[in-house]
């Protein structure tokens, strides 16, 4: 993909200016940053772009904020509100309806442009966004602890008498939004049927629910579908089934869940090959085995998406640092000689997405600080 230089200055301006975000767009010597964002910015978007502001729900800007910034260009009020709604279409904006005013803002790679290319997605942007996201954007979103996803145990596996927090109970979770409820296509796994590499857990694609402004996005692009809140219980109930990993979003007022396994789940397949994927989740329980219980019978070795669970002389062992504490293994036993226990350290998820990235954008400021200290 060839650039000329004005092109050049124009993509590496957008690219610095998405890096001001909570979790920005580093630069890479490599240049794929900058062939990332052609491959999903025209030009004239790219330059639209550096006039908006992030914006997760709460700083998103009306369109005449963001006018008032952009007019300088010659851009007309009408020419804005169609490149800004067109740019929304393509899955590079954040965007919410407020009465009849339109709200947008710069998204994130992920949770963001990434998962808005669902049902649109090619070859050339799964090569180019693993380009990037491997070599160079999840390094940089580690350091600041920018963990947008949270695991919380499958409903079954929680014995009553463990007191669970409400946002570590899925059922409860789901009472604290009114809806909209939207379920759309797990990305992750059409990606891997583009590679031809199905995912070995399910058969099922639908299956990614969001709610509140995050469901209206889904729903009013066309990306997904309106659904009750007892079709995301029996959905709920389906993942669970199949083992699948919830991970709602890492705050108390409910935006997305999403059922990942270890096999296509970018985030999973990627902790999943650290000596301790339970240090680098969020998490509240983690498993542990009842020897006297266990028949060796290997159910649990098989559905353990970070492959924390080994037999040893035909009794299961579980190595605390690799479990996430998702609790499929406790569900599928049928010795019941799992079980869930919270951890120490209780984590309590921020009030809104908006906080989480408040906190993230002050580590950032930190580590900046720092780093030019030395």
């Known amino acids: 993909m060839s650039l000329n230089n004005e092109n050049i200055d ?10 001001k975000m909570p979790l920005g767009f580093p630069s890479t010597k490599s240049g794929s940053d900058i062939k990332l964002l052609k491959r999903l910015f025209a030009p004239q978007e790219a330059k639209i772009a550096t006039f908006l502001k992030f914006g997760w729900e709460r700083d998103l ?22 490149a800004l709604d067109k740019m929304v279409q393509k899955g590079l904006l954040m965007f919410k309806r407020k009465a009849e005013e339109k709200y947008y803002g710069n998204a994130l790679l992920m949770i963001g442009m990434f998962e808005f290319q669902v049902n649109k997605l090619t070859k050339e942007f799964i090569e180019d966004f693993h380009d990037y996201f491997g070599k160079k954007w999840l390094a940089e979103t580690i350091k600041v602890k920018g963990a947008q996803l949270r695991v919380i145990p499958v409903e079954q596996s ?26 759309t ?24 629910l969001a709610f509140g402004f995050a469901a209206e996005l889904y729903i009013e692009q066309g990306w997904g579908r309106s ?27 409910l935006t997305v869940i999403c059922s990942c396994c270890s096999c296509c789940c970018e985030g999973l397949s990627k902790i ?22 266990c028949s060796g019978c290997g159910t649990c070795v098989e559905i353990c998406p970070m492959e924390a669970i080994t037999l040893i002389d035909d009794i299961s062992s579980i190595e605390r640092k690799r479990c996430i504490g998702c609790g499929n293994c406790v569900i599928k036993c049928p010795s019941e000689a799992i079980k869930l226990h919270k951890r120490k350290r209780q984590f309590i998820p921020y009030p809104t997405m908006d906080d989480l990235f408040d906190k993230i954008m002050e580590r950032k400021v930190k580590l900046k600080e720092k780093a030019l200290e030395r």
């Not at 993509?11 to 998405?18: G, I, S, V």
């Not at 009306?62 to 169609?82: C, D, H, M, V």
């Not at 929680?158 to 379920?183: A, F, Q, R, W």
């Not at 999943?272 to 219980?293: M, Q, R, S």
């Open 10 to 19: 124009l993509y590496r301006k957008l690219q610095e200016h998405l890096d």
């Open 61 to 82: 800007e009306p369109l005449y904020t963001i006018y008032e910034r952009a007019k300088e260009t010659g851009i007309s009020k009408e020419e804005l509100e169609q």
């Open 227 to 253: 659904i009750s809140k007892d079709e995301v219980l029996e959905i709920l109930r389906k993942n669970e089934e199949e083992g699948l990993v919830l991970q709602p979003d890492n705050s108390q007022n």
């Open 272 to 293: 999943k090959l650290l000596p301790n994927p339970g240090d680098f989740t969020i998490t509240n329980f983690y498993a542990d085995v009842e020897p006297d219980l």
């Open 158 to 183: 929680i014995e009553s008498g463990h007191n669970v927090s409400t946002y570590d109970d899925v059922i409860k979770l789901l009472d604290t939004t009114d809806g909209p409820y939207m379920v």
């Open 185 to 208: 296509n797990c990305l992750c796994r059409q990606i891997k049927d583009i590679l031809e590499q199905p995912c070995k857990a399910t058969s099922r694609r639908e299956l990614c």
